[in-house]
């Protein structure tokens, strides 16, 4: 008896699956990643007997947008479809005679028919549809528990210190490639496989990435108070470091990221501001000013001094000799630093006819050498007044006389080249060949 009744279930269960299935996924919730596919039957359906994991060759299997389909066949991925639509799977080894070749139909599930009834007339296979969401999964949270090392670098004050700092937001990610991350994270499950199941680990390697991620943007001299406006680079950055473990291994990469305002222990907000405050004091300018602050507060008090405001005015005069410093210099070495540095502006907006070539071959723009300390030779055509100023044009630059008739400027009037020796010029340029003559005296 168990022989026939392992027959009748053998063709029964053939017959059952010969019928093409439909498979289709509901919509999948913002907290499910993947879901097992399900055949559509519904009261008028026949196909309501046929085992849920065989797939009849022919099957339909439909494809929404933010979903790619996996057809696993006996455990291993048999075919991938990431394409909106609706999919025929025509590669399944359980025949039907609603697909091909009639008489081939028939002798297929004869040999269908004789195989399970070898396995007790159950099918000796396992088919199933994956869906696996590719949408953008939203509104992870994190947030450190302990605080994270941040260098805080200016190159414009020397700044350069470490602290700690708390950080929390949101972030992004999805699933690139669905393959791995049914293989290697949510393969063999049953229903649906939610995100809740993998938000623990992910929040806690998405915070160890952080710190090295930081160290990146560090880099740039990124202040901890612009980090939330750095969230792109943030991002690539933690691409970057989790790139093995997410992208290789599971297949997920980091879509946004965003910060909330970081926090600094109290410690490390007055050293940053201490260390800021201290560097601007480097400028004698700004020195001063606050000097002069000073001072102007000092003599309030003193004006009001208890004991009166002469006694108040001695102990600040005693207190300024003390410090050494006076404001007024202080303001002077400012001016003559803007002075330089506008001079250095108009040297650097200038040509490189500024420059000159020492003879041990170094390059200068000063009056002497920066290597060996010689002086810049003095220009051709050059000329020395009686109060001691040299001048290259014809009025002295410093007491205004003016030259002298009896010392001649040559200046070549087709190329501009100058002599050396003013008193006794070449008889042709060397640069465009053309003759001196007295259309060359300036």
């Known amino acids: 008896m168990g022989l026939i009744k392992a027959g009748i279930n053998a063709a029964s269960g053939v017959l059952a699956d010969a019928w093409k299935e439909y498979f289709y996924c509901e919509a999948m919730g913002s907290n499910v990643l993947a879901v097992q596919g399900r055949k559509k039957t519904n009261e008028k359906s026949q196909n309501t007997k046929g085992e849920n994991n065989i797939i009849s060759n022919g099957s339909i299997i439909s494809v929404n947008e933010g979903q790619c389909a996996l057809i696993v066949d006996g455990g291993k991925v048999a075919e991938v479809c990431a394409e ?49 969401n590719t949408k953008e999964i939203l509104s992870c949270r994190y947030g450190t528990v302990a605080p994270i090392l941040f260098r805080v670098y200016d190159k414009n004050t020397g700044l350069d210190v470490d602290v700690s700092l708390r950080c929390n937001g949101e972030y992004s990610y999805k699933i690139a490639n669905p393959v791995l991350f049914y293989t290697n994270v949510c393969s063999n499950f049953s229903g649906s496989y939610t995100t809740d199941k993998l ?93 002069t602050q000073a001072q102007g507060e000092a003599m309030k008090a003193a004006a009001s001094n208890a004991n009166g405001a002469a006694m108040g005015f001695f102990g600040m005069n005693m207190a300024q000799q003390a410090g050494g410093i006076n404001a007024g210099n202080l303001f002077n ?34 009056k002497f050498c920066t290597s060996c300390g010689e002086k810049k030779p003095e220009k051709g055509g050059s000329w020395t007044c009686s109060c001691g100023a040299s001048n290259q044009g014809k009025f002295c630059t410093n007491c205004g006389k003016a030259k002298p008739a009896g010392v001649p400027l040559y200046k070549c009037d087709k190329c501009g080249w100058e002599p050396e020796d003013p008193t006794n010029p070449p008889k042709f340029c060397p640069e465009c060949g053309d003759p001196f003559d007295s259309n060359d005296i300036v």
């Not at 943007?217 to 997410?246: F, Y």
């Not at 070495?333 to 070539?357: E, H, I, L, R, V």
Request: with cysteine; hydrophobic share 35%.
């Open 333 to 366: 070495m400012a001016a003559a630093n803007q002075a330089a540095a506008q001079g250095a502006q108009g040297n650097n907006s200038t040509s490189d006819a500024g420059s000159w070539k020492c003879s041990c071959g170094a390059v200068n723009t000063g």
């Open 84 to 132: 909106t639509g609706e999919f025929t799977y025509d590669s399944s080894t359980q025949p039907t005679v609603f697909c091909g070749d009639l008489g081939d139909s028939i002798m297929n599930t004869l040999k269908e028919i004789g195989k399970r009834f070898t396995f007790g007339g159950q099918a000796a296979a396992d088919q199933r549809v994956y869906y696996i």
């Open 199 to 291: 938000d623990s680990m992910l929040r806690s390697e998405i915070v160890t990435a952080l710190q090295p991620a930081l160290g990146k943007i560090s880099d740039m001299g990124v202040r901890p108070s612009q980090l939330p406006s750095h969230t792109m680079e943030i991002c690539d950055a933690l691409n970057e470091v989790l790139n093995k473990k997410w992208g290789e291994l599971r297949g997920l990469t980091v879509c946004s990221f965003n910060m909330n305002p970081v926090s600094l222990s109290k410690e490390d907000e007055d050293l940053i501001k201490e260390m800021q405050k201290t560097a601007v004091m480097r400028d004698p300018g700004m020195a001063a000013a606050h000097l």
